[in-house]
């Protein structure tokens, strides 16, 4: 037989106490318990308890914290989804043979439901005062120490649901997780919005510039792609009479992990005919300011060693007026050469055989200006070469109608007047596709389905997409994307290295 403990965290001395229990013929793992209140319920329901105990009984069910012996008498704290109350146990109350069980095998981690009267104790603390209790789940992994909790960051991403069982910020992040999510969606729901789902599996990427995690399907016996992004089916969807369609989605790139990066990634994309990208720029305002507003109950909220204000409206400034504000740069006062040298002066990478100034603002605003926008701010009149999928702007040549929002140095947000001209949008694929075959991993496929969709006619369209997972970032204050992803992304440890040890070499 198997050694139990071999590659796992279970600890001896509790799968000695299962096995104790076990021959004593205990049940360890039921299937079910009734229980009849959580602990918010009880705690709201006596708040105004005395010292004597109440005459009707409670039911609850959680896992253990802390479990305090004083002899004939237990103290414990008892947890649930909802909060922690005090058990008091009693050898008089439970009688020997219970009262033994529970000192001896009920310990930090396990899961029990208790029967008892709720009451309030000298020092103040409400407190159910156990008649009865059922072991429901023995726990073989020991939870972290208790005053500590679980601290290392690594851990922490590993196994979240240690972080969970022993972290309380960390649940309160995943519950705004789940609101703001909750509040996306009924928003876009109470502004006539549908919501679709769009294939995951594509036989063409699209949709944005981004590496590709590659599958392969047999049965089809041909390549598939993770989608980067759900766009050019969602506009297959306002070609096909959906006026105003959104998408809360799962995407995938193949790309760098870091502080706002992971190769999965939840986003909400939206798309209104007969809009443009002012249309979306008010609409993205609107949205994100409203879930600022509900979740906090204020616009101004802190974040990191700074203030955001979403209070509307929000700047608004063009690509090359922010490099000429934040970098001191006027790009279009210079020569192609010129600009070349001042790339080189302030160690950035340089455009591929540049054809224009506009490439060398794209670069300048990337390395020089994108981290100083901390406040919202929304950048405008993106140039054609890195904005395939936008309208061209309709007075500025060389330039999309295309934005992105940038809160705390982060892009949060992008959007464009779509661009739904076929012969227009063909050019700009067979562009990408070029690129792509001289080894520019990034660039878009050519995808011809989607260019015979817009043939057949698509409306003028707003879209926008919305980054979840760094809006939520920003709404928890948390500095790193893997604090609101509850299963991050994470290198692979070496057979028998610890986290620790990764972490030194």
């Known amino acids: ?105 009920i310990e930090r981690g396990d899961i029990i439901g208790v029967t008892g009267h709720v009451f309030r104790t000298k020092l103040g603390e409400i407190t159910i005062w156990v008649d009865s209790f059922t072991l429901l789940c023995k726990a073989v992994c020991s939870l972290p120490e208790k005053f500590h909790g679980l601290t290392d960051v690594e851990k922490r991403y590993r196994q979240r649901y240690v972080d969970l069982i022993v972290n309380e910020e960390s649940r309160q992040t995943f519950r705004n997780r789940s609101r703001i999510v909750s509040l996306i969606r009924r928003y876009l729901d109470d502004h006539g919005f549908l919501e679709f789902e769009t294939p995951i599996l594509q036989p063409i990427y699209g949709g ?25 089916y969602l506009k297959r969807l306002i070609v096909g009479g959906f006026e105003r369609v959104f998408e809360i989605a799962r995407n995938f790139r193949n790309e760098a992990v870091d502080a706002d990066h992971n190769p999965e990634f939840s986003m909400v994309e939206i798309y209104w005919a007969y809009r443009d990208f002012t249309h979306m720029m008010e609409l993205t305002e609107d949205i994100i300011s409203s879930i600022v507003f509900t979740v906090h109950g204020m616009f101004e909220i802190p974040y990191g060693d700074t203030k955001l204000d979403f209070k509307p409206p929000w700047k608004k400034l063009s690509m090359a007026d922010a490099v000429r504000e934040y970098a001191g740069i006027d790009v279009f006062a210079h020569s192609v050469p010129e600009l070349r040298d001042l790339a080189r002066q302030h160690q950035l990478e340089e455009p591929e055989k540049p054809q224009s100034q506009r490439e060398f603002l794209i670069a300048f605003f990337e390395g020089l200006v994108e981290e100083k926008l901390i406040q919202p701010t929304f950048i405008h009149d993106y140039p054609v070469e890195n904005s395939p999928l936008a309208k061209r702007h309709r007075t500025k040549e060389g330039f ?5 929002l940038f809160i705390a140095g982060m892009e949060v947000g992008n959007g464009f007047s779509e ?76 057979e028998g290295e610890s986290e620790e040890e990764r972490k030194t070499q």
């Open 400 to 404: 999309t109608e295309r934005f992105e």
């Open 208 to 232: 944005a510039n981004a590496r590709p995690f590659t599958s392969y399907h047999h049965y089809l016996d041909q390549n598939l792609f993770l989608r980067i992004a759900p766009e050019l």
């Open 419 to 494: 661009l739904n001209d076929p012969v227009d949008q063909k050019e700009r694929f067979e562009a990408q596709d070029e690129k792509r075959r001289l080894g520019d991993v990034e660039a878009q496929m050519i995808d011809y389905d989607f260019i015979n969709a817009i043939g057949y006619g698509m409306p003028p369209t707003g879209g926008v997409g919305i980054g979840i997972d760094r809006l939520v970032m920003l709404l928890t204050n948390n500095d790193s994307i893997k604090e609101v992803i509850l299963f991050p992304s994470m290198k692979k440890l070496k």
């Open 1 to 105: 037989m198997s050694d139990p403990t071999e590659n796992t965290s279970f600890d001896q001395t509790r799968l000695d106490k299962v096995r104790a229990l076990q021959e004593k013929g205990h049940v360890i793992f039921p299937a079910s318990f009734d229980r009849q209140h959580t602990i918010a319920d009880i705690k709201m329901k006596y708040a105004e308890i005395g010292h004597d105990k109440s005459p009707e009984s409670v039911t609850t069910a959680g896992r253990v914290y802390i479990v305090r012996n004083h002899g004939k008498t237990l103290f414990a704290d008892l947890g649930d989804e909802t909060g922690k109350i005090q058990l008091y146990v009693r050898k008089n109350d439970l009688g020997e043979e219970q009262f033994s069980l529970f000192n001896q095998f």
